[in-house]
């Protein structure tokens, strides 16, 4: 059996910063008992991450991106397009996502299939909740999800 | 590095810290600034909220210190309810305790700090039977063949050749200021991949005591998991043996490979035993409370300080004197109603924010004015150092004979006099010591544990005071942590069954402090000044000191000469953050 996961990222006190977490939690409720795929709310944790996604065969990454788009705009990148990056850090959390998957790479341990699904944020200042524009996306977001997974399943039956 | 991105989708960074430094003619450090240069905020968020919940915002304030500032909220509304925890709740919070400082100190260590010491690069140069004599000759770890260090030499050979070096990128490899031999270069590297096997298994004790990891649950009053030797989904057996299991290997890895590899590289180093002393005040809450909390006698770690390096005095700070504690922003970004040169002690604390500074992004910061996001905490209004230098100096001068026995250690293999403690390689090699102290207490508190349930005592919560109506009208409380990288307080005020007054004053905010109404300088600030730099658009020994404090939060390194003039900048490219 693979091992699929869904990993919301993000701050939860900064607005959009939690988009991840917030789809997260909005698949859960939606579709959390139909789905084959374990969700998990990976929050801002760095380093500790690197377990989890070595530990998965696909993984499907909910997050805000900066991709320069105009707020709101549904983002999505493919195994390929995510840059794996590390470089000189003047602190232990600093490590961002981008270094956990650099270094699974390293290790020969990168997820099967990896994908990233997120929004440009809007508003990343201290508030708790998502702004108008995110949440108007979000629904497109969640389906986008589901159609993934779904690709995903269709694709292990074969 | 910013402009290499075009997109940088995921960059989780909890604030930023921006550091100026000034050189003189020969590139010494003659003055420093340290500036938080992003908001905070939770206390705001927290104001208004059902005190029982405050722990699940506080533990997403950094995503690495989610542990500590979960244990601080609920044990500042336990103090403000007079709320006591059952001793077997006091135990696991103990061992999750310890394993968060061991798990924590391992990795900043290797995957933060020792590439300060250690050139990637030049392991390739080292001879794998040359390194695996010297590993068998520091300790028994079983992962010291010839084979195996030409096994890494390869993997580190190819991440090189592949051009983006991912991992390793960036970094100041072939910088005059590495001066470790090239075995030893290979040997540290090893560990550092060895690191990433260790911590996957070395979470399993928040797993089982927390539920699901990376976010573990807490609750006001205990700990969240029953105990019930017979029933599949409390504490029983099966899970006391995992925990046991898993003591053992995290307190191997310490004793074999972490604390070893510290004394190995520190030797090479010794000038940095008179570089980063800095204030020569230190600060601790005190940790590992072995009875009742309030007792403050029990604790492993004392509840003390340090004043001008004096080791044969301790003092007893009293978190809950107005007069005392307290915070001051002449050179922060706040507002105090009173007047900004006053100090206020938590519970009267003020969050107005109050930005003076320039539109970023600036050339440099108005020092002479408010400067940073930081507040500045003072004791008795004096600066303090806090963290494993700290904690270490204050169970030394307190006699714990475990922590006299490895300084005293560390001291010989230094051949160095106790004056060395106050630096840059005394901090680093503080963190290793207590790591091992903390390790081993763990044992002891599993003991204790298991001794407790055979008792018959399995109470892990107490329900007394869980209802608001049995709260006064008004309660005000201090939670602590001796978080890894030092002393975190937490102090509420709750009216009415809510939140009125939340204030944290976490370790980056007493090291990283700016000036405060005297214009005394934070730890960070004091411990650059005098550092010499070797190339200053690589400026390594700066990163070096900062990174011997274990930062909470990210960083530009942004460098300015005596004249003014930009001699390097490090930005980290970077979007969305929270300190």
């Known amino acids: ?158 | 590095m910013a402009s290499r991105l075009v997109i940088d989708p995921i960059t989780r960074i909890e604030g930023h810290l921006r550091i100026e430094a000034e050189l003189d003619a020969n590139n010494v450090v003659s003055n420093a600034y340290s500036s938080g240069t992003m908001v905070r905020g939770i206390e705001i968020i927290l104001n208004g909220r059902d005190p029982r919940e405050a722990w699940a915002f506080a533990q997403r304030v950094c995503g690495v210190c989610t542990t500590v500032h979960a244990f601080a909220s609920i044990r500042a509304v336990e103090d403000a309810l007079g709320i006591t925890i059952p001793k077997a709740a006091n135990l696991i919070r103990n061992l999750m305790i310890a394993q968060q400082y061991v798990h924590d100190h391992v990795m900043h260590f290797y995957h933060l700090h020792a590439l300060d010491w250690v050139d990637v690069v030049n392991a390739l140069k080292a001879d794998p039977a040359a390194t695996s004599a010297l590993q068998q000759k520091i300790s028994p770890w079983p992962n010291s063949s010839p084979g195996y260090f030409a096994e890494v030499q390869a993997k580190v050979q190819a991440i090189v050749d592949s051009g983006q070096l991912s991992i390793f990128a960036n970094a100041y490899w072939g910088h005059p200021a590495y001066k470790l031999p090239p075995e030893v270069n290979l040997l540290a590297v090893a560990h550092y991949l060895e690191a990433l096997d260790w911590q996957a298994r070395a979470t399993k004790i928040h797993t089982i005591f927390g539920g699901k990891n990376p976010h573990p649950n807490f609750v006001v009053g205990g700990v969240p998991m029953p105990i019930d030797l017979n029933s599949d989904t409390a504490l029983n057996a099966e899970r006391l043996a995992v925990i046991n299991d898993s003591i053992a290997f995290i307190t191997r890895f310490v004793d074999e490979v972490y604390l070893p590899d510290v004394l190995a590289i520190a030797p090479f180093y010794k000038e940095y035993a008179a570089i980063g002393g800095g204030l020569g005040n230190f600060l601790s809450w005190g940790e590992f409370p072995s009875g009742d909390i309030a007792d403050t006698s029990s604790y492993l770690v004392p509840r003390a300080a340090i004043l001008n390096r004096d080791l044969n005095n301790l003092v007893v700070p009293d978190p809950r004197d107005a007069a005392k504690m307290q915070e001051f922003i002449s050179h922060s970004w706040y507002r105090y109603s009173g007047g900004d040169n006053l100090g206020l002690h938590p519970w009267q604390g003020e969050t107005a924010l109050n930005f003076t500074g320039p539109k970023p992004p600036y050339e440099q910061l108005e020092v002479e004015q408010k400067y940073s996001w930081l507040k500045a905490p003072r004791w008795n209004e004096t600066p303090m150092e806090v963290g494993p230098l700290a904690r270490v100096l204050i169970m030394y001068a307190a006699g714990h004979p475990q922590t006299k026995e490895l300084v005293d250690l560390t001291l010989k293999t230094l051949d160095a006099p106790v004056e060395a403690l106050f630096s840059t390689l005394g901090r680093t090699a503080a963190r290793a010591i207590e790591t091992k102290v903390f390790a081993d207490a763990m044992r002891g508190y599993y003991d204790d544990l298991v001794a407790t349930i055979r008792a018959g005592d399995t109470r892990t919560f107490n329900r007394d005071r869980w209802e608001p109506l049995s709260w006064p009208a008004r309660a005000q409380g201090f939670g602590f942590m001796e978080a890894p990288r030092g002393a975190l307080g937490h102090w509420v005020v709750i009216e009415n069954g809510k939140i009125a007054n939340y204030q944290m004053v976490v370790p980056t905010t007493w090291n990283a402090s700016p000036r405060d109404h005297k214009g005394q300088m934070g730890a960070y600030e004091a411990s650059l000044v005098g550092t010499p730099l070797a190339k200053p658009e690589w400026p390594l020994e700066i990163l070096r000191t900062v990174h011997s404090f274990d930062p909470c939060m990210a960083c530009a390194i942004h460098m300015v000469d005596a004249t003014g003039r930009d001699v390097g900048e490090l930005a980290i490219g970077l979007n969305v953050c929270v300190r």
Do not use: Y
Not at chain 1, 92 to 114: D, W
Not at chain 1, 123 to 151: F, H, K, N
């Open chain 1, 1 to 158: 059996m693979q091992r699929s996961v869904i990993l919301g990222l993000g701050n939860i006190l900064n607005t959009d910063e939690g988009v991840g977490v917030h789809a997260l939690k909005a698949l859960e409720m939606r579709c959390g008992s139909q789905m084959r795929a374990e969700l998990i709310d990976g929050g801002t944790m760095g380093l500790s991450l690197l377990p989890l996604v070595e530990e998965c065969d696909d993984l499907l990454v909910l997050d805000a991106v900066d991709a320069g788009r105009a707020p709101g705009t549904l983002v999505e990148l493919a195994r390929d397009q995510i840059p794996l990056f590390a470089g000189v850090r003047v602190s232990q959390h600093q490590v961002t996502f981008q270094e956990v998957l650099g270094l699974a790479m390293v290790r020969g341990k990168l997820p099967r299939r990896l994908h990233l699904l997120g929004i440009q944020p809007a508003d990343t200042s201290l508030g708790i909740g998502l702004s108008a524009v995110a949440e108007a996306t979000m629904p497109r977001l969640i389906a986008r999800a589901r159609e993934i997974l779904q690709d995903w399943d269709a694709l292990d039956a074969v």
